[in-house]
Each structure stands twice: as C-alpha cells, then as structure tokens.
Nanobody, 127 residues
Framework: QVQLVESGGDSVQTGGSLKLSCQGS????????MGWFRQAPGKEREGVASIGRLGRSQYVDSVKGRFFISRDNAKKTLTLQMNSLRPEDTAMYYC?????????????????????WGQGTQVTVSS
C-alpha cells in the first residue's frame, strides 16, 4: 500500500512560482512511476507531468518550459516546481503513483495508468 500526501499549494499572482511536494511511503516507491495531475471545476482530470523511476519525464504541452518534475527515491518524495504561473493553472493538484509490482520506466499522463492517489492540494493563480 502506497500513501501519498501533497503539500505546497497556495494562492499566487500571475507570474509567480510554487513548489508542490508529495511525500510517499512503501519500500517500492523507487520502482514506481509518479505523476502530477490537476482538475479544475467542471473539467476532466488532466495529466500535468510524469516521471519514471529513473527520471524519464513527460509534460503536457501547456506547461513545458515552466513546470519541472523531479523525484528523490531515497527520500520517497516527488516535487513539481511551477514557474511563470498563469490563471489557467488554477486547479486542485494531485500526486499519483503507479505501483503494480513491476519496474516502471515510461512516464504516462493518463490518469487511468495510476493506482494510488493523494488527496490533492489547491493552487490558485490570480490575475
């Protein structure tokens, strides 16, 4: 069982930065793929960034060059550094993990790929 707890969400003005963190558990954290997802009111959950166990990453086009995903397997943490924030980035952000007993190397932005989820942290960007 993997437990994920997000933190770092806040309200920020356009152009500002935030760093989201996800604290994981389980001794299989280092073999799992991880991802950040977001969901705005009335919209489907969207994959923002994902990362494989060895650091291969993928980003949705709208955040490329602004957001950066990283992981520390020793600390069992996942981070999303968000820069140049825009109002359209406003959403609840969720940390997710795919841990199915196999090494996960390829990142994936599809929510259905993941089997463990955190409770979310709110990011609000005002203009």
């Amino acid at each position: 069982q993997v437990q994920l707890v997000e933190s770092g969400g806040d309200s920020v003005q356009t152009g500002g930065s935030l760093k989201l963190s996800c604290q994981g558990s389980s001794n299989t954290f280092s073999t799992a793929c991880m991802g950040w997802f977001r969901q705005a009111p009335g919209k489907e959950r969207e994959g923002v960034a994902s990362i494989g166990r060895l650091g291969r990453s993928q980003y949705v086009d709208s955040v490329k060059g602004r957001f950066f995903i990283s992981r520390d397997n020793a600390k069992k943490t996942l981070t999303l550094q968000m820069n140049s924030l825009r109002p359209e980035d406003t959403a609840m952000y969720y940390c997710a993990a795919r841990d199915s007993g196999l090494y996960c190397n390829a990142p994936d932005l599809s929510p259905e790929y993941y089997n463990y989820w955190g409770q979310g942290t709110q990011v609000t960007v005002s203009s």
